[in-house]
């Protein structure tokens, strides 16, 4: 009877399988900084803001891990590849980022695949790329359906596709889900006074104001210069 009950308890779906972790994972979201730049231990972000009023994209670092590696083939004691942690025929490429939309309240915004082109390298969790968030056409959707005071939280779902240098194999990264708060107008900014002048931040990458609550401000001018002596 044992065969039995261990067919039947198969057919009955009460075995628990459990999903292989993807070889390419996204560890961690980092804001970079005006020059693009960040660390892997850096304080990461769970969430961020958009003001379509100033700018149109999302820029976010991550952190994206390999667990892919090959195996060392030798030839009379001579290695075929040279051991080394990057390159060599375990890179993986990536090829395209995959972006998914949801939001409250509810807007139609058309997921999208961009053009992305990286290698991370194998075995190695200290791979830093930096990716937009927002596709032209999501921008496009929010833009129409905010106005004045008019906000949205937006769950972005992102994930990278490519293949592996070596034979060719795809893959999949596991996907990650970015919160934006994302409105659609401008901030009321007080008008410079005497000796300060308007600033505009630079913004990750230097990309400029709206992201993360990087407005226009005023900020102290260059001091007078002295007259006489």
Known sequence: MKPFLIAAALSLGLCSCSESTPVVQILQTIQPDES??????????????????????????LVVKSNYSSTPIDVNGVPLEPDSS???????????????????????????EVPYTATINPASDTNRLVVNLMTAEAATALRTALSGTATATVRVTAQFTGKFASGGKKFESNEIVFGIDVANGSATLRTCGAGEDPEVPEGPCGSGAGQDGQLPSCQPGPAAPVVGG
Request: proline share 4%.
């Open 86 to 112: 990057s390159g060599g025929s375990a890179t993986a490429f990536v090829d395209t980022l995959k972006l998914s939309y949801a939001s409250t309240p509810s807007i139609r915004i058309p997921d999208g």
């Open 36 to 61: 693009c730049s960040f660390g892997v231990n850096d304080t990461g972000i769970a969430n961020g803001s958009l003001n379509l009023a100033y700018r149109n994209g999302y820029l976010l670092g």
